[in-house]
Nanobody
């Protein structure tokens, strides 16, 4: 089972990026999926999560209104559209999956983690 994040890069403040996380090895259509980030010298923090059908979606206060999480179950892929990026959004972004969205939001005991993708926002 693999989660592979991609789409990171260098962008100026105010710009946009879309991250993708492709799942392989099994079907994740009934899993909750989410995004976390970790900036240098800081702990990993929750960014966004979405359950399998979009009925439950959560965002951290720091990204609410700027980031949007979506998923394409047919492609086993979850996306994070990031708009109005700020320098403080600079971090390595990780995707995660678990059967319970509460576990994803809580950030502990998550079943599957992907390798990160670097996002750097210049001022």
């Amino acid at each position: 089972v693999q989660l592979q994040a991609s789409g990171g890069g260098l962008v100026q403040a105010g710009g946009s990026l879309r991250l993708s996380c492709a799942a392989s090895g099994r079907t994740f259509s009934n899993y909750a999926m989410g995004w976390f980030r970790q900036a240098p010298g800081k702990e990993r923090e929750f960014v966004a999560a979405r359950n399998w059908n979009g009925g439950s979606i959560y965002y951290s206060d720091s990204v609410k209104g700027r980031f949007t999480i979506s998923r394409d179950n047919a492609k086993n892929t979850v996306y994070l559209q990031m708009n109005s990026l700020k320098p403080e959004d600079t971090a390595v972004y990780y995707c995660a999956a678990d059967l319970e969205i509460s576990t994803v939001v809580g950030g502990s005991g998550i079943m599957y983690w992907g390798k990160g993708t670097q996002v750097t926002v210049s001022s």
